[in-house]
């Protein structure tokens, strides 16, 4: 196979891996200082995707839209938090994953009164929907770059944000020890809703730069959140340098699966059976991945409980 | 007393089921150190939990600094002045030595010399060595000065110790000892739970023995060190 072609696709694994980070980023800490369970996670993502439409409706320029749909996720994010899953944090954890099971079908539901059950397009801008040239006769689109260095720039963010702020810091010690930090006079509910947030603002920016090459619709974000809790189990609930090795690992492995599991199987195998084999092998990669990793290392890559 | 910074008046409190204090009083006065003593079982943690905030109140009465302080959740009772030296230490694992210090310190009370990070390495220097260990990789000592120095960096006007010494090596006891007569001069009030009761006598003005839940005896350590029948009765193993 061509070498332009696996460029191409560990360029696109790579896009699809940051994605998952945005994503993944916000479960971990939720799951991992709070210990909470939000299947609800992956609903952000999608009505970061749906308000990035509504605001272009109104505004007509795709980056007025991406900078109104950020905070008006985190205001969604935060509003959640405060009405539904603060009052679960105490129950068990199959209370919250029915609750915050019954809040997808409440908000899937909701987009479709809302914005209708067909599925919705973003335009991409001038400046963004050219592409450029990789090496010889091959170009790539400028804005999965676009979305690749976005993606980057917030993982290298949020790893300053956690290792060299104070509620950095308190994040990290939460991830093993909530009651002394309360103990010590921080208002932990308070840490809880800035953690949750801002982990649901990530999501939201995941679902706005995805909006324009992705069709958006009802459920969108369900898919997602699946692929985020295999990437934060890799990783290491509550590990954020965990979810970003974890997202890049499902990213490409995914993306160069998919491409080339049948041409690599028809190595060995006869033409059929390759054909039929390949794909549904591509498909089950990330999750042997998991597999292995939970049978080599339990608590996932970097273990929070330990050390992040 | 009525005037005491902290002071206890028929505290219940205990597990799910099981009631393990049935009557908890005591007082401690501003720049006053007091023990908490009695055999294992006897609600000494239990207490300090209770006091913390981190255990629920069934009866009776907490105030700190003139404020009632009972169900108050335990961060505002920690804003209030009470730092907490738990038993176990329980230092962060997952934060540096530096980082223990540094994330949940304050002023709240506005203290006009207040702890710093420079004033707890001068205090602990061997804390300064070790400022870029993570609170996993250091021995329990170090452990315990980082405990002490985690609550003194929310400047309390009351500290709350569980467990000062236990499991620790002979010299590392002297020192934190040491440490705990110098916080005493500086003027800082301690209630404080040790099984050294030699130590005790020296370092506290007062104590508080406790025996199946209930306060049974309080004194001076004049009283107390005078007093072999009460000692024989409620602390002798």
């Not at chain 1, 914005?115 to 006769?137: I, K, Q, R, T």
């Not at chain 1, 676009?146 to 702020?165: E, K, M, Q, R, W």
């Not at chain 1, 090795?245 to 060995?268: E, Q, Y």
């Amino acid at each position: 196979m061509p070498t332009s072609l696996v460029l191409v696709q560990l360029f696109n694994g790579l896009q699809f891996g940051v994605l998952l980070f945005l994503v993944a980023a916000g479960l971990t800490l939720v799951f991992g200082v709070m210990d909470f369970i939000n299947l609800a996670h992956g609903v952000q993502y999608m009505l970061g995707a749906y308000l990035a439409v509504a605001f272009y409706r109104l505004t007509g320029s795709f980056f007025a839209a991406a900078a109104l749909a950020l905070p008006a996720s985190l205001l969604f994010g935060l509003a959640l938090e405060v009405v539904v899953l603060r009052h679960l944090y105490v129950r068990d954890h199959l209370s919250q994953v029915l609750a915050t099971f019954g809040v997808i079908l409440f908000l899937n539901e909701g987009v479709k009164i809302v914005w209708g059950a067909a599925p919705l397009n973003l335009a991409l801008p001038e400046l963004l929907s050219g592409s450029v040239p990789l090496m010889e006769g091959l170009r790539y689109p400028v804005y999965r770059f676009v979305i690749i260095g976005v993606g980057l720039s917030v993982a290298g963010g949020l790893y300053l944000f956690v290792n060299h702020t104070r509620i950095g810091m308190l994040v990290r010690a939460g991830a093993s020890n909530t009651a002394m930090i309360s103990a010590l006079g921080v208002d932990i509910k308070r840490l809880f809703t800035i953690v949750f947030g801002f982990g649901a603002m990530l999501a939201g920016l995941a679902g706005v730069m995805v909006a324009p090459i992705l069709s958006v619709e009802p459920g969108m974000g369900d898919q997602v959140l699946i692929l985020a809790f295999v990437v934060i189990v890799i990783g290491g609930i509550g590990s954020i340098r965990g979810a970003f090795v974890a997202a890049l690992l499902v990213g490409v492995i995914d993306t160069l699966g998919r491409s080339f599991m049948t041409d690599a199987l028809r190595l060995v195998l006869p033409a059929s059976p390759a054909r039929m084999i390949g794909p549904a092998l591509a498909s089950m990669g990330i999750y042997l991945l998991m597999a292995a990793v939970l049978a080599l290392r339990p608590a996932g890559l970097f273990p929070a409980k330990g050390r992040a | 007393m009525s005037d005491a910074l902290l002071s206890v008046r028929g505290l219940e409190a205990g597990y799910g089921g099981s009631q393990v204090l049935f009557g908890v009083d005591l007082d401690v006065g501003c720049g006053e150190v007091v023990s908490l003593l009695g055999r294992n079982g006897m609600g000494k943690t239990t207490t300090v939990l209770s006091i913390m905030g981190l255990l629920p109140t069934r009866a009776g009465e907490i105030r700190f600094a003139g404020r009632a302080m009972t169900c108050q959740a335990p961060f505002r009772i920690a804003q209030a002045g009470i730092g907490l030296v738990p038993e176990g230490r329980q230092v962060f694992p997952t934060l540096t030595v530096e980082e223990n210090l540094i994330a949940t310190a304050s002023n709240r009370g506005g203290r006009a010399a207040p702890w710093t990070l420079e004033r707890v390495y001068g205090f602990f220097p061997r804390l300064a060595e070790r400022r870029r260990n993570y609170g996993d990789e250091i021995s329990g000592g170090e452990q315990q000065m980082l405990a002490i120095g985690r609550a003194l960096m929310t400047n309390p006007k009351l500290l709350l110790l569980d467990e000062a010494t236990e499991g620790l090596a002979p010299l590392t006891r002297q020192e934190i000892w040491d440490r705990l007569a110098a916080l005493k001069r500086d003027g800082l009030s301690i209630l404080i739970i040790d099984k050294t009761i030699e130590a005790l006598l020296v370092l506290a003005d007062r104590h508080v023995i406790l025996e199946k839940g209930r306060s049974v005896w309080s004194g001076s350590s004049r009283a107390l060190a005078d007093d072999p029948v009460t000692r024989d009765r409620y602390l002798s193993v």
